[in-house]
């Protein structure tokens, strides 16, 4: 799914009726979905990272809204992989450092699959069919492709990051210790043994 859209084939490309109906539903839509979102990271932080978007006082809140709002433009409009990808990247940047898991990490794609189907996926069915309704699904599907795909490049960092900090914080005692040592120096002396 993710190949055929990247490759240019977009056969994910919804009617322009069906564009013309999201464009009133988006508002409705994004709040609900930042909403639910939120509510995942209890009372008080959720006041705090909504209380104000701001770019500087609230880096964290202020990514997730711009990722937020660019995602369901792309979702309910004409679909880009470019600026899909740019607000896919920043999102799971932020979602590979919190969560341990890509199941959590990516869980805010199935919870705005189930928004759209609460709110207002009937609506669609009635008017526009079952395929349309299909391809709006299969788009947020590929969203949830490309993010696995960052989350495990952003993990396999993090991981690097990690076990270079342990290495260079754990290198001196293992080079004391005579366990191994610094190719730039040479190979350590050996003391010789003492006969007695």
């Known amino acids: 799914l993710y190949k055929k859209f990247k490759n240019g084939k977009n056969s994910i490309a919804l009617s322009k009726k069906l564009i013309d109906y999201l464009e009133n539903k988006k508002e409705f839509i994004l709040k609900e ?3 639910v979102f939120w509510d995942s990271f209890g009372e008080e ?3 705090f ?6 770019r500087f006082q609230n880096p964290f809140g202020y ?3 711009e990722a937020f709002k660019g995602l369901i433009e792309i979702l309910f409009g004409e679909f880009s992989w470019e600026e899909a990808n740019y607000y896919l990247n920043r999102l799971v ?3 590979a450092v919190q969560e341990t898991t890509p199941s ?3 869980n805010m794609f ?3 699959k189930g928004i759209i189907r609460k709110e207002i996926g009937d609506e669609i069915l009635e008017k526009f069919g079952i395929e349309e309704f299909l391809k709006l699904e299969d788009r947020i599907n590929a969203f949830i492709i ?13 991981n690097q990051l990690r076990y270079d900090e342990w290495r260079r914080a754990h290198f001196l005692l293992l080079k004391r210790a005579g366990l191994v040592y610094d190719p730039m120096e040479g190979m350590p002396k050996s003391e010789p043994e003492e006969n007695n």
Do not use: G, N, P
């Open 104 to 106: 959590k990490a990516l």
């Open 93 to 95: 940047q932020l979602r």
């Open 63 to 65: 990514r997730i809204d």
């Open 146 to 158: 490309r993010s696995f795909d960052f989350f495990m490049d952003y993990r396999e960092k993090l």
């Open 110 to 112: 199935i919870q705005l």
């Open 49 to 54: 990272f909504t209380k104000e978007v701001d």
């Open 33 to 35: 979905w930042k909403s």
């Open 45 to 47: 932080s959720k006041r």
